[in-house]
């Protein structure tokens, strides 16, 4: 089983930066990936980047060039680097993982077996 914590969210500014946090536990593979996304109510959850056991890294191209993720495995944890908000970035973040996946090849949230709670961020203009 994996437990996975998200942190870090908060109300900013338009232009402002916040880092977000998932600490994972349990057993981790020494293959998988993970990933954050976010939801707003009424709406689809929505991918927002990947991240895998060799830190390759994809993004929605709504936040390339704003947001970075990476990860510290000796801290069993993955950041969400998120700069220049937008209003329209606020909702609430997961964080999720698919242990032994040798690549992330997906982006949907059914291919994502484990999920934290979620921590909202939100973007005033």
């Known amino acids: 089983q994996v437990q996975l914590v998200e942190s870090g969210g908060g109300s900013v500014q338009s232009g402002g930066s916040l880092r977000l946090s998932c600490a994972a536990s349990?057993?981790?593979?020494?293959?998988?990936?993970m990933a954050w996304f976010r939801q707003v109510p009424g709406k689809a959850r929505e991918g927002v980047a990947t991240i895998d056991a060799d830190s390759s890294t994809s993004y929605v191209d709504s936040v390339k060039g704003r947001f970075t993720i990476s990860q510290d495995n000796a801290k069993n944890s993955m950041y969400l680097q998120m700069n220049s908000l937008k209003p329209e970035d606020t909702a609430l973040y997961y964080c999720a993982i698919r242990r032994g996946a040798w690549s992330c090849s997906s982006m949907s949230p059914s291919w994502y077996p484990y999920w934290g709670q979620g921590t909202q961020v939100t973007v005033s203009s």
């Open positions: 349990g057993y981790i593979s020494s293959r998988y990936c």
